[in-house]
């Protein structure tokens, strides 16, 4: 659905619906630009924010009595003091933190008024995580969930691990657009809650986890509080949500106009002040909740438009910052 939208042009090898190889691919050479220290990626997505980021480096491991070799710039005057014989302190390197990412594809992502639908959008900021993951030798999983199935992508390493994401990403993506518009009443799946998404999550992901949960966040509840405190307690959680402007009632069209998801279908008056006022409002209450989750657990809320190219954003953003 377009809703007067503005000159925007689509990124590379896109339609804004459906997803493929080449689309995602390009944010391979991207990533490089986000690497830390010179670059970080979640600096630039909130420009007053500095994001703790994961330096490597050495790891303090034990202290044992000096040996011949051992650096004397490692030796630990106090233990020597103390025991009246030289000590050194050794060190061990730092390992590779885990990058998972919860990617949200459900109904309510399927959804967009001028560029792209969210679940699009979703796919192009997931694939970008994935090659800067790769790039910093780390390793990356996901859960593609999409409201009826999970699939699960254990942490894998090198380029291998990016591609089976996107790849699943492509898979996710075109079942959904396939299955869109057939009516289905023999379909019976049951939904599956995005609360037992974030149960998996903490199943799959391995303690100390860099974790990224990629969605618009509709479906996520004050219930869900309990989850996502259990998965902070051993890992970094980062909240990045999916929105596009009609879901504030940000729109230049004044007509009336049909508008659906895979679940219901109705007719908006968009000439009306009140029906705008009432879809900003309803996106106020549940931005309120998030926010108030958010902050609750220390866990960092980023913000993407769908109506907008992600290295668009990602330029303005560095350039504001």
Known sequence: MTLATPHTTLPPHSDGIRLCLAELLQYKDQAVRWLPPAQSIWSHLNGKHTSRQKGRGMNFSEVRPYQAGDDIRAIDWRVTARTGKTHTKLFTEEREQP??????????????????????????????????????????????????????????????????????????????????????????????????????????????????IVSDFHSLKADDKQSLSRLRHHNRIQFVQIHDPLEQGITAFRGTEQVADQTQSVWLNFAAATTREQLGNQFQHQQALIKTLANSLAIPLYSLNAALPLLQQLGQQKGQS
């Open 99 to 212: 990058v998972m990412l919860l990617i949200d594809l459900s109904s309510s992502m399927q959804f967009g008024s001028q560029l792209m639908l969210k679940s699009v959008q979703a796919a192009h900021f997931a694939s970008l995580l994935c090659w800067l993951t790769i790039k910093e030798q780390d390793r990356i999983g996901a859960i593609v969930y999409n409201g009826k199935t999970l699939h699960e992508i254990k942490p894998t390493g090198r380029q291998q691990g990016a591609l089976r994401v996107i790849n699943q990403l492509i898979a996710s993506q075109a079942h959904i657009n396939t299955h869109t518009h057939e009516v289905n009443e023999a379909d019976t799946q049951p939904n599956i809650l995005f609360s037992e998404a974030l149960r998996h999550l903490s199943h799959l992901c391995p303690k100390g986890s860099e974790i990224i």
